[in-house]
């Protein structure tokens, strides 16, 4: 029944039922946990042979690399051809590095702002008021934790159904020279699940920007990651970006760390010609070159891109009933009470789930109290402030099945309950 629509006779008696509801929970002394999105221990097991694969007699390369020694800054071709396939990037325009992407988001960065994004740039960290980075949000609060840590500005946008809102962004790079780039996780966006719409792409990359030396950070983490048949197609962003005449816009980052292991994959980093001898002129100050041994177990175990296809679709028999799960659970339980709204992601690791406006902190609270930890209220949001407090992110591929649903079966009796409460006051 919807909520709002109920007489307050009825509406205090439902709170006293769900405040039972909610107690009786107590007693089952639950300890279940959807903060994350981790791999479970089942997709870890997909990528055994990882640990295998090389070994004291079988390391060189099939350029014949002696992976074991030193050398090689951009990584092992024979990797980044089946990656440049799969991220639709020329190889010699991407390189394959350590564990994470994120490392290398924060290595971008950190280059902007020290260097400058080119020789004659200035470092953002010189401009005349602190630079700007637009956060469609709900987002990844890495990407926030990340800016903030370097001192640059986060500035939000609000992420729709099919990318950013365009509007805004337009409006607030056309005039701002400090707004120096824009986060953008075009496939199956954390938390939400949106895919980015071609016309939006197009539009990113084509956009007058009153910084020249504007950026895109293009964090395709899970852009080979579907739930569903309808796969995201994956665009030659640095092809549109160059044929609309910014042909440095873009900076692409990938990694297998939902692919094989989490802690112990490969990262990807792509860009125009000019960004490539850029990024590896300071990446060259920082490492004489990356996990190679790595590369090479991963190009041994996938083979070719069909075979990190193949991976990925052994992934999703795993995770899509789970995320089945999370979907029956909040319609049985939520679909009529008008409270609360969720994403139906056809791929990524997370569903987006809005509350009630003014209750989301407290649902993560009161789930807390009865043993399910959620993500902190806000977290998806530029320093981590909701401005409508009603989104949780709900991460739902490291529980067992049975433990999802009786996870989202108890968040969506706190959900129910903060609504009353807020509708009673
Ligand atoms: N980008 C996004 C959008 C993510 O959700 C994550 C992982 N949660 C990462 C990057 C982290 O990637 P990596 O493990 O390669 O550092």
């Known amino acids: 029944m919807a909520l709002a629509t109920l007489t307050p006779e009825r509406l205090t008696q439902l709170h006293s039922e769900l405040k039972s509801s909610y107690e009786a929970l107590k007693d089952r002394d639950l300890k279940l946990d959807l903060t994350r999105g ?26 014949g690399t002696d992976t074991r020694n030193y050398g090689g800054l951009d990584g092992l071709v024979e990797l980044r051809e089946i990656f440049a396939e799969l991220l639709n990037v020329p190889v010699d325009l991407l390189l394959a590095q350590g564990s994470s992407s994120l490392t290398l ?21 010189r401009s005349d008021n602190a630079p700007k980075i637009l956060c469609p949000s709900p987002g990844y609060d890495r990407h926030f934790a990340l800016c903030e840590s370097l001192g640059i500005e986060l500035v939000p946008v609000a992420m729709l159904d099919d990318g950013p809102d365009l509007e805004a962004v337009r409006a607030l790079v056309a005039n701002d020279p400090a707004v120096k780039g824009i986060w953008a996780v075009p496939a199956y966006s954390n938390p939400t699940g949106a895919v980015f719409g071609e016309d939006i792409t197009r539009e990113l990359l084509a956009m007058p920007t009153a910084a020249d030396d504007f950026r895109i950070f293009w964090d395709n983490a899970y852009g080979l990651h579907h739930l569903t048949d309808d796969e995201a197609p994956v665009l ?7 044929e609309a005449g910014h042909p440095d816009r873009v900076f692409i980052f990938a990694s297998t760390s939902k692919m094989t292991f989490a802690g112990a994959g490969v990262s990807f980093w792509g860009s125009s010609p000019a960004n490539v001898a850029w990024f590896k002129r300071h990446l060259a100050a920082q490492s004489i070159g990356p996990d190679k041994i790595n590369q090479l177990r991963h190009a041994r175990f996938f083979g070719d891109a069909a075979g990190v296809r193949a991976h990925m679709a052994r992934h999703r028999a795993i995770i899509e009933p789970k995320f089945a799960i999370v979907h029956k659970v909040l319609e049985d339980r939520l679909g009529d009470s008008g409270v609360a709204h969720w994403s139906s992601p056809r791929g990524g690791y997370f569903v987006s789930l809005d509350v009630l406006p003014g209750t989301a902190d407290r649902v993560v609270s009161l789930a ?20 409508e407090d009603k989104n949780i992110r709900i991460a739902p591929t490291m529980p067992t099945e049975d433990d999802v649903a009786v996870a989202i079966d108890v968040l969506a009796t706190c959900v129910l309950l903060a609504a009353a409460e807020k509708l009673a006051a």
Do not use: C, R
């Open 368 to 387: 807390k109290d009865v043993g399910v930890a959620m993500t902190p209220a806000g977290a998806a949001f530029p320093y981590g402030n909701d401005p």
């Open 236 to 242: 030659d962003v640095l092809d549109i970006a160059a």
């Open 38 to 63: 981790k791999p479970s221990p089942a997709q870890l097991d997909l990528s055994a042979d990882l640990l295998t694969i090389v070994g004291p007699d079988s390391y060189t390369s099939a350029e």
């Open 105 to 125: 988001m924060y290595n971008t960065m950190s280059f902007a702002m020290l260097h400058g994004v080119s020789d004659q740039a200035t470092p953002w960290i």
